[in-house]
């Protein structure tokens, strides 16, 4: 008999597919409409779960799978998974660190661009008749350059860094945040986030979101100031989402980039209206190379794991 195992999040590569249903039963609950009920009927089975980082696992969901032997998160943030509740359990938990990271970076570089250059604005103006309208070069406003601009990063993990080669071949001079300095960078250490802000044009959120919750405030926003742009490919919950929107209402920053929300896919319908805000539905890892990869990090993750062994690269055993 094939093991069993629960899949939270759809996985859009088919070949991955194939292999996990080629290995597994697999018990999809993005597809049940009484989820409760599905999970009553078929939990006491699941030997393992894929879940994506956004999503991760509740305690109460994991307590109610007694045959649990392994947690792959289809991710790389485990902020919604509690992985001392996991350790204590002795549950493996997995994420797919490395396979996403040249995509992540891409995304954050094509946010400050688009943000900066006011590149949707351009297409919506073609696209919309405006330019047919107005055809005077003076019917646009300038945007702002990117290039040599100060980029600060917030979290310089493997995707903070691959964002600091991207800048740097812009030219940008790059300072970072971090919990420590870290003793192989090049680039100059702000223990203070604050003052990061305050030397940085554009603020680049790339840190897990574990603890760090709230630490974009308004203090923050303001000390970027009004020429300075916010880009997150991290997590929604680093931000207060309600200061962001007041920062950009008043000028108090030029503008934003964002992939991420506190409460995805519910977006603040203000952002909506302001032409220097670019807005992406958590699209960072969304390529194929990407998915192909961090689907093999998983099927890795669930053999070795329904294997009774420590899977590579396990948080929690
Ligand atoms: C994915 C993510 O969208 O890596 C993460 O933590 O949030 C994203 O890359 C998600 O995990 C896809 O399942």
Redesign the pocket.
């Given at each position: 008999m094939k093991p069993n195992v629960l899949q939270l999040?759809p996985?859009l590569v088919p070949a991955v597919n194939d292999k996990l249903n080629a290995l597994y039963t697999v018990h999809r609950l993005f597809e049940q409409q009484d989820k409760v009920a599905y999970l009553k009927e078929h939990g006491g089975l699941i030997r393992g779960v894929i879940?994506?980082?956004?999503?991760g696992i509740s305690n109460e969901m994991i307590a109610s799978l007694p045959a649990l032997q392994v947690i792959a998160?289809?991710?790389?943030?485990?902020?919604a998974v509690d992985l001392q509740f996991a350790r204590q359990r002795g549950i493996p938990v997995t994420?797919?660190f490395g396979a996403?990271t040249e995509d992540?970076a891409d995304l954050a570089i094509g946010l400050i661009l688009t943000t900066c250059r006011q590149i949707c604005f351009g297409h919506g103006y073609v696209t919309s008749g405006g330019w047919k309208q107005n055809p005077h070069p003076g019917a646009i406003p300038l945007s702002t350059r990117f290039s040599g601009k100060r980029v600060g990063i917030v979290g310089m993990g493997k995707v903070g860094r691959a964002i600091a080669v991207r800048a740097a071949a812009f030219g940008c001079p790059i300072a970072y945040t971090d919990l420590r300095q870290i003793d192989d960078m090049p680039h100059r250490y702000v223990p203070d986030l604050l003052q990061l802000a305050r030397e940085s044009d554009i603020l680049v959120l790339a840190a897990a979101a574990d603890k760090a919750h709230g630490i974009i405030n308004a203090a923050v926003l303001d000390a970027l100031g009004k020429d300075g742009y916010l880009i997150n490919i991290a997590?929604g919950k680093l931000v207060v989402e309600q200061d962001l929107v007041d920062a950009l209402s008043r000028g108090a920053i030029a503008g934003a980039g964002l992939d991420?929300f506190v409460d995805e896919p519910n977006v603040p319908e203000a952002l909506f209206k302001m032409d220097n805000v670019v807005l992406q539905a958590?699209?960072?890892?969304?390529t194929n190379e990407?998915?192909t990869a961090?689907g093999e990090m998983v099927l890795a993750s669930l053999a070795a794991g329904l294997a009774g062994q420590r899977p590579e690269g396990s948080l929690t055993t």
């Open positions: 999040n996985i879940t994506g980082g956004h999503t998160v289809n991710g790389v943030g485990t902020d994420a797919t996403l992540v997590r991420v958590h699209r960072a890892s969304a990407s998915r961090m």
